[in-house]
C-alpha cells in the first residue's frame, strides 16, 4: 500500500548538518502520519521525530530536540528531517516511518517503514 525509501545520509563532521529525504508512495500521503527513527550499532530502534497531517505539528525526542527539525511537502509526498549540530552520538541508520491513525497524538505504532539511510558523524 506504502513504500518509503530514505535518501540524504552520508558522512559529515561533527557540528555539521544533514537533511535526509523520505519519498512516500501513494495518493494518501497527506493523511499519514510520518516519523523519523534510528538506530545506532547494537542498539535498539528509537523515536526520533514525528510530524502530523492535519495541522503539521510535531514531537521530538529529547535528544534532538533544537537540534533537529522535522518537515513534510505533500505536493512532493515527502518528509525531511534536517540535522543541525550533528554530535557522534547522531551515528545511526535513520528509517522513514508512516502511521495511518487519527487518533492519539503522538502516534505509538507505525504501519510502514523504510529501508533506512546511513548518517555517520565524526568527531
Known amino acids: 500500500q506504502v513504500q518509503l525509501v530514505e535518501s540524504g545520509g552520508g558522512l559529515v563532521q561533527a557540528g555539521g548538518s544533514l537533511r535526509l529525504s523520505c519519498a512516500a508512495s501513494?495518493?494518501?500521503?497527506?493523511?499519514?502520519?510520518m516519523a523519523w527513527f534510528r538506530q545506532a550499532p547494537r542498539k535498539e530502534r528509537e523515536f526520533v521525530a514525528v510530524?502530523?497531517?492535519?495541522?503539521?505539528?510535531?514531537y521530538y525526542a529529547d535528544s534532538v530536540k533544537g537540534r533537529f527539525t522535522i518537515s513534510r511537502d505533500n505536493a512532493k509526498n515527502t518528509v525531511y528531517l534536517q540535522m543541525n549540530s550533528l554530535k557522534p552520538e547522531d551515528t545511526a541508520v535513520y528509517y522513514c516511518?508512516?502511521?495511518?491513525?487519527?487518533?492519539?497524538?503522538?502516534?505509538?505504532?507505525?504501519?510502514?517503514w523504510g529501508q533506512g539511510t546511513q548518517v555517520t558523524v565524526s568527531s
Open positions: 516511518a508512516a502511521d495511518s491513525s487519527i487518533f492519539g497524538w503522538p502516534p505509538n505504532r507505525y504501519d510502514y
Open positions: 501513494g495518493r494518501t500521503f497527506s493523511t499519514y502520519r
Open positions: 510530524i502530523n497531517w492535519s495541522d503539521s505539528s510535531t
